[in-house]
């Protein structure tokens, strides 16, 4: 079945940018999501990228989707300590109707 | 800005007894679902309902589970007899249409014991 893979922890400096790596094994995608989910608390939709886009921004936010490699990624420009949390890149193929896949969620840690 | 409401935001329980969860959905939205994430685990998707009836589920979803919109704003998920393998923070979702962005509630953490 579906696959959505992501790295484990990333750490990053205080206004440094931080990119946050997915890879996916569905070609057949429609949209590819970004969940911010800060501890205790539920998943917080960031932004999506519909499939047929290369780049999307939004303020300092930055998805670049690679459809030929299937990779998605998210990055944050002028990374703060409240970016710290737990992503999640999450997939919706064109053929799973409305069944979001999840990656496994990458830890970010923000040091001042 | 709407959001997707749930309670309780915890619950423990013993083996064996029945759990209903509860959700608000935003209020124009269509589409619901549950989705649950054990600890350590990924995000899982559980069930899909739509004009009130179930459209997708996942193997997850056995006779165990079963979901119901008893009026025009709950949507609840029950699990019959819950085991100890249960325990996962469930979340609930509603979206405004097929494929469209799904919005998350903040979850409740079941404790089955």
Redesign the interface.
């Known amino acids: 079945g579906e696959d959505v893979e992501q790295s484990l922890f990333l750490s990053v400096r205080e206004g440094d940018s931080s990119v946050i790596n997915c890879t996916y094994t569905d070609s057949s995608s429609?949209?590819l999501?970004w969940?911010k989910q800060e501890p205790g608390?539920?998943?917080?939709?960031l932004t999506?990228i519909f499939s047929n886009m290369d780049m999307k921004q939004d303020q300092r936010l930055t998805v670049l989707l690679n459809k030929k490699d299937k990779h998605l990624s998210l990055r944050i420009a002028d990374t703060q300590t409240g970016d710290s949390a737990i992503y999640?890149c999450?997939h919706?193929p064109n053929n799973a109707?409305?069944?979001?896949?999840?990656?496994?969620?990458t830890r970010l840690m923000v040091k001042p | 800005e709407p959001e997707?409401t749930?309670t309780p935001s915890h619950q423990v329980t013993q083996m064996g007894q029945e759990v209903i969860l509860r959700c608000v959905p935003i209020s124009n939205h269509l589409?619901f679902?549950w989705?649950r994430q054990i600890l350590g685990?990924?995000?899982?998707?559980l069930v899909?309902f739509y004009n009130n009836e179930i459209?997708?589920k996942?193997e997850i979803f056995d006779d165990q589970f079963s979901v119901e919109r008893p009026d025009g704003s709950n949507f609840t998920l029950k699990i019959r007899s819950t085991k100890l393998e249960d325990s996962a923070m469930y979340?609930c979702?509603s979206?405004g249409g097929?494929?469209e962005?799904?919005?998350?509630?903040?979850?409740t953490r079941l404790l089955v014991l």
Request: charge should be negative; proline fraction near 2%; avoid cysteine.
């Open positions: 429609t949209y999501y969940y608390a539920g998943l917080q939709l999506y999640f999450a919706l109707g409305n069944m979001l896949t999840f990656g496994g969620g | 997707v749930q589409y679902y989705y685990q990924k995000v899982e998707f899909s459209s997708e996942s979340f979702a979206g097929l494929q962005t799904q919005y998350f509630g903040p979850g």
